[in-house]
């Protein structure tokens, strides 16, 4: 940044380069406002990133975040953005024991092979009669949740009379989403396919009377308003550099290497200061952007911190020689791992994870889902890995809050890794270890994130993914007219602690953008 920019007044200081942040100065600085960005690493996109973790080996993988459903394509049209995803052609597999045979579900490929494998696992129509009922039932409410999410808050009424369906309503948003799984489905293995989408980073029990695990729930079945998780070409990275480009030839400035440590506000302007390897200095502007947990905007600001939150995933990104071959041979690897493939997911198993974590203890058989990004975009692979047919595996791992990592976090990452990958042996007709790819000095290519881990290298509290718990997508005391207020008329949330934060979608960015466009009409 040139040396008298300090002095210069701008329209709006964001503070954070990640999606939520960048995707507000494009619409800012295309709406002619002036627009800085702080970002405090040598580069922008937060967690939503693409890299080459492995030594000397050509593989760009989607470090931390890893799949797109909630970004509206309201945004990348807004945006003008060069960025693509598709559309997987399996929903998801999941292994299973029945009989003292191997077997499995697998989720897509068409309505009557769907059908096939519901009748191949449970023996019957009725559980996949019961699917499509549920899953009906969710589409619809997708339908009518997904469009609100970029405009303002409607009351919790407004939402209801939208959703016009007051079953749905009652199993998704009064009564624990485990007491709908448990009535509308009898497969134990069923039931935990179902509540996964309850439990991704959120740490709780089926019937946990908070109801976080049915706001989980209802962000990861109303993406794009059919619920659908998608696939970024070219990695997450080809989304934030995207949303970069965008913004610098809107003619925002982006200041990396810049670290926001203080922002004081009137409430009619504000003053930002920031730290760079050379010194402080000070940006003055007319609203501030905070792309950034509630905790950082509390101690930029000085105002009393919120409750801590907690994460409770592990992330594990691995590079295959060759995907490794199923006990179920009914099931080709390619279409298997293609979509969410579940290990250790059924109902009982989650629930006797999460009360072992509950009681401070690693989980002895430990839930986890995996996909291989390369099977629907091997464009992430240089041309000779993907030539000889090397893919890679995403892991995302359950119920491994933060604080099981507190007394060292090297050996029990190293552990849960162990009986995580342990499980997923129990599926395989060889040891992924065979499979795996070595780097440049000999090394397998794996590496393992717990919460503690993302808290260190993204500053996630707690190394939780959506900075606190997900709240409802309508307005409840306290949160404005487009869930990014805060106490400071001129200081606005733009992270995924905002209302209607959380996953890769641009939706706050894009909400505090439109109340500074309000603002100042």
Aim: aromatic share 6%; proline share 6%; hydrophobic share 40%.
């Amino acid at each position: 940044m040139p040396a008298n920019e300090h002095t210069r007044t701008y329209d709006a200081v964001i503070v954070g380069g990640g999606h939520n942040g960048l995707v507000a100065a494009a619409y800012l600085a295309r709406a002619g406002r002036s627009v800085l960005v702080l970002e405090r690493l040598d580069h922008t996109g937060g967690a939503a990133i693409s890299t080459r973790p492995f030594a000397g080996v050509d593989a760009r993988l989607s470090r931390y975040s890893y799949l797109v459903s909630l970004l509206p394509q309201k945004i990348v049209r807004d945006l003008g953005l060069d960025f693509r995803v598709r559309a997987r052609t399996i929903s998801s597999y999941t292994p299973a024991e029945r009989d003292g045979r191997p077997t499995g579900l697998l989720v897509g490929g068409g309505e009557q092979r769907t059908r096939e494998a519901f009748a191949r696992l449970t023996g019957g129509e009725r559980e996949y009669q019961a699917w499509q009922r549920f899953y009906g039932m969710t589409t619809r409410v997708a339908e009518r949740v997904f469009p609100t999410l970029t405009e303002p808050l409607p009351t919790r009424e407004e939402l209801r009379s939208r959703i016009d369906d007051e079953t749905a309503w009652r199993a998704l948003f009064e009564e624990p989403i485990g007491v709908v799984v448990e009535e509308d489905f009898q497969d134990d293995l069923v039931r935990g396919i179902v509540l996964t989408d309850a439990l991704i980073g959120t740490f709780a029990d089926a019937h946990d009377p908070s109801l976080a695990q049915n706001r989980c729930f209802l962000y990861h079945v109303i993406g794009g308003g059919t619920g659908a998780w998608d696939v970024p070409v070219g990695g997450m990275g080809a989304l934030t550099d995207a949303l970069a480009a965008a913004a610098r030839s809107a003619g925002a400035v982006i200041a990396t290497g810049h670290e926001a440590v203080r922002i004081a506000t009137d409430g009619h302007t504000a003053e930002v200061t920031y730290r760079t390897a050379d010194g402080e200095g000070v940006a003055a502007a007319r609203h501030v952007l905070v792309n950034a947990s509630p905790q950082d905007l509390a101690v930029l600001t000085g105002d009393p911190a919120p409750e801590p939150a907690e994460g409770a995933q592990l992330k594990v990104n691995m590079l295959l020689t060759r995907l490794p071959k199923l006990r179920d041979t009914a099931v080709d690897p390619r279409e298997a791992f293609a979509g969410t493939f579940h290990i250790a997911e059924g109902y009982r198993q989650l629930a006797t994870a999460h009360a072992q974590a509950a009681a401070g203890e690693l989980p002895a058989v430990p839930p986890s889902e995996i996909y291989c990004h390369s099977l629907t975009d091997p464009t992430i692979l240089g041309p000779e890995l993907a030539e000889r047919g090397y893919q890679t595996l995403t892991l995302f791992g359950l119920h491994t809050p933060a604080r099981l990592f507190d007394r060292d976090n090297d050996a029990v990452r190293e552990e849960l890794l162990k009986s995580t990958l342990a499980q997923l042996d129990a599926q395989l007709a060889e040891p992924l270890a065979d499979c795996l790819a070595t780097d440049a000095e000999g090394r397998p290519c794996i590496e393992a994130k717990t919460p503690l881990d993302l808290e260190r290298d993204l500053r996630l509290p707690g190394g939780n993914i959506f900075h606190r718990a997900l709240s409802w997508p309508y307005a409840q005391e306290d949160t404005g007219r487009w869930g990014v207020e805060t106490r400071h008329a001129n200081v606005l949330l733009c992270g995924a602690g905002a209302v209607r934060g959380g996953g890769v979608s641009g939706v706050p960015g894009h909400n505090a953008a439109m109340a500074v466009l309000e603002a100042t009409a």
